[in-house]
């Protein structure tokens, strides 16, 4: 699913020569930089979803992040709908942490969860920005 997508704009800019006058060489480094920056928050955001916990909060950013998913799906809607979703989840995301800090074994199946479906949906698209 796109929602599940790092954002690529940064590295596909850089291939098709969108701005001329910067080097495609910075634009994919600072393409690259943006998607590992952003991928511990995604993995953590979908653990989140997959094992929210006990807390009220976490389970209120994985309701938000389903709801706007499935609206999503149903509407086919633009990728970048989903993002409130994931900015719901930040909380959440922080209460995994403590989680993981605490060797929970759930939480630690739903970050070995969350990377192995992420993974390869992000080198589908770091193969198709490269393009």
């Known amino acids: 699913l796109d929602a599940l997508e790092l954002d690529r704009v940064m590295i596909g800019v850089s291939r098709r020569g969108q701005f001329p006058d910067r080097s495609p060489r910075l634009?994919?480094?600072?393409?690259?930089?943006?998607?590992?920056?952003?991928?511990?928050?995604?993995?953590?955001?979908?653990?989140t979803v997959l094992s929210p916990g006990d807390n009220w909060l976490a389970h209120a950013g994985r309701w938000?992040?389903?709801?706007?998913?499935f609206t999503q799906v149903l509407t086919v809607a633009y990728p970048r709908y989903t993002e409130p979703a994931w900015i719901a989840?930040?909380?959440?995301?922080?209460?995994?942490?403590?989680?993981?800090?605490?060797?929970?074994?759930?939480?630690i199946v739903a970050l070995?969860?969350?990377?192995?479906?992420?993974?390869?949906?992000?080198?589908?698209?770091?193969?198709?920005?490269?393009?």
Do not use: K, N
């Open 89 to 107: 989840l930040i909380p959440g995301s922080a209460l995994f942490i403590q989680r993981l800090g605490r060797r929970e074994r759930t939480a």
């Open 112 to 131: 070995a969860a969350a990377s192995l479906i992420l993974f390869p949906v992000w080198i589908r698209e770091l193969v198709l920005g490269s393009r």
């Open 64 to 69: 938000a992040f389903l709801g706007i998913l």
């Open 27 to 47: 634009l994919m480094l600072l393409g690259i930089v943006i998607a590992l920056s952003s991928a511990a928050p995604l993995v953590l955001g979908l653990a």
